[in-house]
């Protein structure tokens, strides 16, 4: 929860805003590179909800498109591809007929894990050029901001998918 205190900081604020919108930069490069090593035919916003349904399990497509911040129908054209890829499998929910479950397939999760273990390779040859006295530093502010987005770690949902 936000102290009263925490607002009085705008220079430190601007200031670490701007480092992380260029980490985040290096981070969607990383991405891209990682999801390209692994399948040429998935984009980003595919992945996302790839990863999405991975972490998360099954859900409706209106819940998926709020996890990846797109409209509905956004997300029923996405959900359309990944099903027509056998990426998700779309299905009537069995506790509410009137809802349509979308789910990992395990190609999907193969995918899933593929580009994480790229990608965690890629992360750990950056991670290595940080100065030790940097690296617990670093862990406690990405984890601070991990949090303060709602991003679950990847040990919370690596294995959950299948």
């Known amino acids: 929860m936000l102290q ?5 900081h705008p220079v430190l604020d601007a200031e670490i805003t701007d480092a992380l919108l260029t980490a985040s930069r290096a981070l969607v490069a990383v991405a891209a590179r990682s999801l390209s090593s692994v399948v040429d035919d998935v ?3 595919q992945y996302r909800a790839l990863v999405m349904l991975a972490s998360r ?7 998926l498109a709020d996890a990846v911040a797109v409209h509905d129908s956004t997300a ?3 959900c359309d591809r990944l099903v027509a890829k056998k990426l998700v499998h779309r299905a009537v929910s069995r506790d509410n007929r009137r809802e349509t479950l979308i789910r990992l397939t395990a190609a999907g999760g193969m995918i899933v894990d593929r580009v994480t273990v790229a990608r965690r390779v890629e992360i750990e040859r950056i991670v290595a050029k940080i100065p030790l006295s940097l ?3 670093t862990v406690e502010a990405l984890a601070a901001f991990s949090d303060a987005a709602g991003e679950l770690a990847d040990q919370s949902w690596a294995l959950g998918w299948s």
């Open 4 to 8: 009263p205190a925490d607002h009085l």
């Open 43 to 45: 984009t980003l916003p």
């Open 57 to 63: 399990g099954p859900q409706t497509v209106g819940d």
């Open 76 to 78: 029923t054209r996405l």
């Open 135 to 137: 690296r617990q530093p």
